[in-house]
């Protein structure tokens, strides 16, 4: 929700009245933006992947590489090209 309310908001902040859509009660309204391009779906896939195996593994990266089907090491390359952060996961 934060990123279609980044999305419609014609300010540098997303303010309440930018939101006003999610309070319709249309469902649609909630639906996800979906990616532009396939290599971006793919990203957006690998990086829930990612971030939902770690959180299953207790943040173990050498389990959740092993479940994933990666190396550690290839997991870690694939976390930098997502722009994701062993601190924030």
Known sequence: MVT???????????TPADLA??????PAALAPIPPATLAEAVAELERRMIIATLAATGNNHSAAARKLGLSRVGLLKMMTRLGLRRSNL
Not at 4 to 14: I, K, P, Q, R
Not at 21 to 26: K, V
């Open 4 to 14: 279609s309310g980044a999305a419609l908001t014609e300010g540098n902040a997303v």
């Open 21 to 26: 859509f999610a309070r319709s009660g249309d």
